[in-house]
């Protein structure tokens, strides 16, 4: 995708796929003043580290808006580990929505590569019809 992402943090995971605990070395922290809890995430098989590319990661939730703010996720191959950080959270329409996001992937303590993110004229309930989702649309943007 060109990205520090791939397709698996670009779309839903089944939470079933997944053990979740508090961090054991600490439960919660403070984000840019706001409270946040790590949350450990484990894949319950190699068939889903394979399916994501990640071992495992750290999930940084805040509870009053039940959002994840920030990731570490410790890629499969490589030795990468990858950092994600909303920046940004707009209410659009009455729905938050992260409108700037930076993930930078690690080898040690080098950054390899990193990624801004940043949405702009979010909205939603837009009608859309099936020659919106040709090759050739897809590939123009709106």
Do not use: C
């Not at 670009?10 to 508090?22: C, G, I, P, Q, V």
């Not at 919660?28 to 450990?40: N, T, V």
């Not at 940004?88 to 990624?115: F, L, S």
């Amino acid at each position: 995708m060109g990205s520090d992402l791939n397709y698996a943090d670009m779309t839903s995971r089944n939470l079933e796929e997944y053990d979740f605990a508090f961090w054991a070395k600490q439960r919660e922290m403070e984000i840019d003043g706001h409270r946040a809890w790590i949350i450990a995430s484990t894949p319950r098989g190699r068939d889903v580290v394979e399916k994501t590319g990640y071992q495992r990661s750290l999930l940084f939730v805040r509870p009053d808006i039940d959002m994840v703010v920030r990731s570490v996720s410790w890629e499969n191959r490589g030795g990468y580990v990858k950092y994600m950080e909303v920046k940004r959270i707009d209410v659009v329409d009455g729905i938050r929505v992260a409108t700037e996001i930076h993930v930078k992937r690690n080898r040690g303590k080098q950054t390899v590569h990193r990624t801004v993110l940043k949405l702009t004229n979010v909205s939603f309930g837009n009608p859309l019809t099936l020659d919106f989702f040709t090759v050739r649309q897809l590939e123009k943007g709106p």
